[in-house]
T-cell receptor, first 114, second 112 residues
Framework: GENVEQHPSTLSVQEGDSAVIKCTYS??????FPWYKQELGKRPQLIID?????GEKKDQRIAVTLNKTAKHFSLHITETQPEDSAVYFCAASIRDTGFQKLVFGTGTRLLVSP | NAGVTQTPKFQVLKTGQSMTLQCAQDMNHEYMSWYRQDPGMGLRLIHYSVGAGITDQGEVPNGYNVSRSTTEDFPLRLLSAAPSQTSVYFC???????????FGPGTRLTVT
Protein backbone atom coordinates (compact mmCIF):
# COMPACT_ATOMS: atom_id res chain seq x y z
CA GLY A 1 0.00 0.00 0.00
CA GLU A 2 0.85 3.66 0.04
CA ASN A 3 3.81 4.51 2.23
CA VAL A 4 5.04 7.87 3.48
CA GLU A 5 8.52 8.08 4.93
CA GLN A 6 9.53 11.07 7.04
CA HIS A 7 13.00 12.19 8.12
CA PRO A 8 14.51 13.03 10.48
CA SER A 9 12.64 11.62 13.46
CA THR A 10 14.14 14.29 15.73
CA LEU A 11 15.64 17.67 14.88
CA SER A 12 17.30 20.10 17.27
CA VAL A 13 18.09 23.65 16.15
CA GLN A 14 19.04 26.94 17.74
CA GLU A 15 16.56 29.77 17.75
CA GLY A 16 16.85 31.70 14.50
CA ASP A 17 18.16 28.76 12.49
CA SER A 18 16.21 27.09 9.69
CA ALA A 19 14.67 23.62 9.95
CA VAL A 20 13.91 21.24 7.09
CA ILE A 21 11.81 18.09 7.31
CA LYS A 22 11.58 15.73 4.34
CA CYS A 23 8.98 13.20 3.25
CA THR A 24 8.78 10.73 0.40
CA TYR A 25 5.68 9.00 -0.90
CA SER A 26 5.09 5.97 -3.07
CA UNK A 27 1.78 6.53 -4.91
CA UNK A 28 2.31 8.62 -8.03
CA UNK A 29 -1.44 9.44 -8.00
CA UNK A 30 -1.15 11.34 -4.70
CA UNK A 31 -2.21 14.94 -5.26
CA UNK A 32 -2.52 16.56 -1.84
CA PHE A 33 0.23 16.95 0.75
CA PRO A 34 -0.57 18.57 4.09
CA TRP A 35 1.69 19.26 7.06
CA TYR A 36 0.37 19.11 10.60
CA LYS A 37 1.86 20.50 13.81
CA GLN A 38 1.08 18.76 17.07
CA GLU A 39 2.02 20.31 20.37
CA LEU A 40 2.36 18.09 23.42
CA GLY A 41 -1.02 16.74 24.49
CA LYS A 42 -2.87 18.62 21.74
CA ARG A 43 -4.58 17.72 18.49
CA PRO A 44 -2.78 17.86 15.11
CA GLN A 45 -3.38 21.19 13.38
CA LEU A 46 -2.88 21.93 9.71
CA ILE A 47 -0.13 24.49 9.16
CA ILE A 48 0.33 24.36 5.39
CA ASP A 49 -0.60 22.17 2.46
CA UNK A 50 0.23 21.87 -1.21
CA UNK A 51 -1.50 20.39 -4.24
CA UNK A 52 0.30 18.46 -6.93
CA UNK A 53 -0.12 21.21 -9.51
CA UNK A 54 2.08 23.57 -7.47
CA GLY A 55 5.81 23.27 -6.81
CA GLU A 56 6.12 25.56 -3.81
CA LYS A 57 3.92 27.37 -1.32
CA LYS A 58 4.85 29.90 1.38
CA ASP A 59 3.11 31.26 4.43
CA GLN A 60 5.26 33.69 6.37
CA ARG A 61 8.12 31.64 7.91
CA ILE A 62 6.82 28.31 6.61
CA ALA A 63 7.20 26.91 3.11
CA VAL A 64 6.57 23.59 1.47
CA THR A 65 8.20 22.33 -1.72
CA LEU A 66 7.06 19.42 -3.86
CA ASN A 67 9.04 17.37 -6.37
CA LYS A 68 6.55 15.11 -8.15
CA THR A 69 9.17 13.40 -10.26
CA ALA A 70 11.17 12.30 -7.24
CA LYS A 71 8.00 11.87 -5.14
CA HIS A 72 9.20 13.90 -2.23
CA PHE A 73 8.12 17.04 -0.45
CA SER A 74 9.68 19.12 2.30
CA LEU A 75 8.71 21.54 5.04
CA HIS A 76 10.97 24.53 5.57
CA ILE A 77 10.76 26.69 8.68
CA THR A 78 12.92 29.82 8.73
CA GLU A 79 13.91 31.97 11.71
CA THR A 80 12.78 29.26 14.11
CA GLN A 81 11.35 30.27 17.49
CA PRO A 82 10.92 28.23 20.69
CA GLU A 83 7.16 28.08 20.04
CA ASP A 84 7.90 26.12 16.86
CA SER A 85 8.91 23.20 19.10
CA ALA A 86 6.41 20.41 18.40
CA VAL A 87 5.95 17.21 16.45
CA TYR A 88 5.38 17.74 12.73
CA PHE A 89 3.60 15.20 10.52
CA CYS A 90 3.52 15.07 6.76
CA ALA A 91 0.80 13.23 4.85
CA ALA A 92 -0.05 12.25 1.30
CA SER A 93 -3.45 11.62 -0.18
CA ILE A 94 -4.49 8.34 -1.74
CA ARG A 95 -7.78 7.53 -3.41
CA ASP A 96 -9.40 4.27 -2.33
CA THR A 97 -12.85 3.34 -3.66
CA GLY A 98 -13.62 7.00 -4.32
CA PHE A 99 -12.61 8.30 -0.89
CA GLN A 100 -9.53 10.48 -0.51
CA LYS A 101 -7.58 9.15 2.45
CA LEU A 102 -4.49 10.59 4.08
CA VAL A 103 -1.46 8.45 4.85
CA PHE A 104 0.73 10.02 7.52
CA GLY A 105 4.45 9.96 8.07
CA THR A 106 5.80 8.89 11.44
CA GLY A 107 6.49 12.42 12.65
CA THR A 108 9.48 14.68 13.38
CA ARG A 109 10.06 16.06 16.86
CA LEU A 110 11.47 19.57 16.44
CA LEU A 111 13.17 21.19 19.40
CA VAL A 112 14.13 24.86 19.13
CA SER A 113 16.53 25.96 21.83
CA PRO A 114 16.66 29.64 22.91
CA ASN B 1 -18.98 26.38 16.41
CA ALA B 2 -17.55 23.83 18.80
CA GLY B 3 -15.83 22.10 15.84
CA VAL B 4 -15.01 18.45 16.49
CA THR B 5 -15.58 17.23 20.03
CA GLN B 6 -14.61 13.92 21.63
CA THR B 7 -15.52 12.27 24.90
CA PRO B 8 -14.09 11.05 27.16
CA LYS B 9 -10.64 12.69 27.28
CA PHE B 10 -9.16 9.81 29.26
CA GLN B 11 -10.30 6.24 29.82
CA VAL B 12 -8.84 3.18 31.51
CA LEU B 13 -10.30 -0.21 30.64
CA LYS B 14 -9.59 -3.75 31.70
CA THR B 15 -8.90 -6.37 29.06
CA GLY B 16 -12.16 -7.70 27.66
CA GLN B 17 -14.28 -4.67 28.53
CA SER B 18 -16.18 -2.82 25.85
CA MET B 19 -16.75 0.89 25.46
CA THR B 20 -17.71 3.59 22.97
CA LEU B 21 -15.64 6.65 22.15
CA GLN B 22 -17.86 9.53 21.16
CA CYS B 23 -17.21 11.99 18.35
CA ALA B 24 -19.41 14.84 17.19
CA GLN B 25 -19.02 17.76 14.80
CA ASP B 26 -21.22 20.78 14.21
CA MET B 27 -19.79 21.89 10.86
CA ASN B 28 -22.14 19.76 8.71
CA HIS B 29 -19.13 17.83 7.38
CA GLU B 30 -19.91 14.77 5.28
CA TYR B 31 -16.66 12.94 5.90
CA MET B 32 -15.60 11.71 9.32
CA SER B 33 -12.68 9.48 10.29
CA TRP B 34 -11.14 7.78 13.29
CA TYR B 35 -7.37 7.54 13.72
CA ARG B 36 -5.16 6.04 16.35
CA GLN B 37 -1.80 7.54 17.25
CA ASP B 38 0.96 5.41 18.66
CA PRO B 39 4.53 6.50 19.45
CA GLY B 40 6.73 6.41 16.35
CA MET B 41 3.89 5.35 14.07
CA GLY B 42 2.10 8.54 13.12
CA LEU B 43 -1.64 8.53 12.65
CA ARG B 44 -3.31 5.41 11.27
CA LEU B 45 -6.83 5.31 9.87
CA ILE B 46 -9.22 2.92 11.66
CA HIS B 47 -12.60 3.57 10.01
CA TYR B 48 -14.17 6.36 8.04
CA SER B 49 -17.58 7.51 6.84
CA VAL B 50 -18.57 9.50 3.76
CA GLY B 51 -22.07 10.27 5.03
CA ALA B 52 -24.87 9.08 7.27
CA GLY B 53 -25.34 5.36 6.89
CA ILE B 54 -22.07 4.82 4.99
CA THR B 55 -18.91 3.54 6.66
CA ASP B 56 -15.81 1.67 5.55
CA GLN B 57 -12.61 0.22 6.96
CA GLY B 58 -9.30 1.97 7.08
CA GLU B 59 -5.81 0.64 7.65
CA VAL B 60 -6.28 -0.88 11.14
CA PRO B 61 -9.98 -1.78 11.62
CA ASN B 62 -9.72 -5.00 13.60
CA GLY B 63 -11.32 -4.83 17.04
CA TYR B 64 -13.31 -1.68 16.27
CA ASN B 65 -16.83 -1.00 15.00
CA VAL B 66 -18.41 2.22 13.79
CA SER B 67 -21.81 3.47 12.73
CA ARG B 68 -23.06 6.78 11.36
CA SER B 69 -26.74 7.33 12.00
CA THR B 70 -26.52 11.14 11.78
CA THR B 71 -24.25 13.62 10.02
CA GLU B 72 -23.05 14.95 13.36
CA ASP B 73 -22.05 11.80 15.25
CA PHE B 74 -19.52 9.06 14.54
CA PRO B 75 -18.95 6.79 17.56
CA LEU B 76 -16.15 4.23 17.72
CA ARG B 77 -16.85 1.00 19.59
CA LEU B 78 -14.25 -1.26 21.13
CA LEU B 79 -15.88 -4.67 21.34
CA SER B 80 -13.44 -6.45 23.67
CA ALA B 81 -10.56 -4.22 24.69
CA ALA B 82 -7.00 -5.53 24.41
CA PRO B 83 -3.73 -3.99 25.67
CA SER B 84 -2.73 -3.47 21.99
CA GLN B 85 -5.54 -0.92 21.77
CA THR B 86 -3.82 1.35 24.26
CA SER B 87 -3.41 4.51 22.20
CA VAL B 88 -4.57 8.06 21.62
CA TYR B 89 -7.65 8.18 19.40
CA PHE B 90 -8.46 11.15 17.20
CA CYS B 91 -11.65 11.81 15.32
CA UNK B 92 -11.52 14.09 12.28
CA UNK B 93 -13.99 15.59 9.84
CA UNK B 94 -14.00 17.48 6.54
CA UNK B 95 -16.30 18.45 3.73
CA UNK B 96 -16.35 16.48 0.51
CA UNK B 97 -14.09 17.91 -2.16
CA UNK B 98 -12.05 19.86 0.40
CA UNK B 99 -9.04 18.09 1.77
CA UNK B 100 -8.42 19.96 5.02
CA UNK B 101 -9.28 17.81 7.99
CA UNK B 102 -10.26 19.13 11.40
CA PHE B 103 -9.22 16.97 14.33
CA GLY B 104 -10.91 16.55 17.66
CA PRO B 105 -8.95 16.92 20.94
CA GLY B 106 -8.35 13.17 21.27
CA THR B 107 -9.12 10.40 23.75
CA ARG B 108 -6.26 8.75 25.62
CA LEU B 109 -7.17 5.11 26.20
CA THR B 110 -5.27 2.70 28.42
CA VAL B 111 -6.14 -1.00 28.48
CA THR B 112 -4.68 -2.98 31.36
Amino acid sequence: GENVEQHPSTLSVQEGDSAVIKCTYSDSASNYFPWYKQELGKRPQLIIDIRSNVGEKKDQRIAVTLNKTAKHFSLHITETQPEDSAVYFCAASIRDTGFQKLVFGTGTRLLVSP
Amino acid sequence: NAGVTQTPKFQVLKTGQSMTLQCAQDMNHEYMSWYRQDPGMGLRLIHYSVGAGITDQGEVPNGYNVSRSTTEDFPLRLLSAAPSQTSVYFCASRTGGVYEQYFGPGTRLTVT
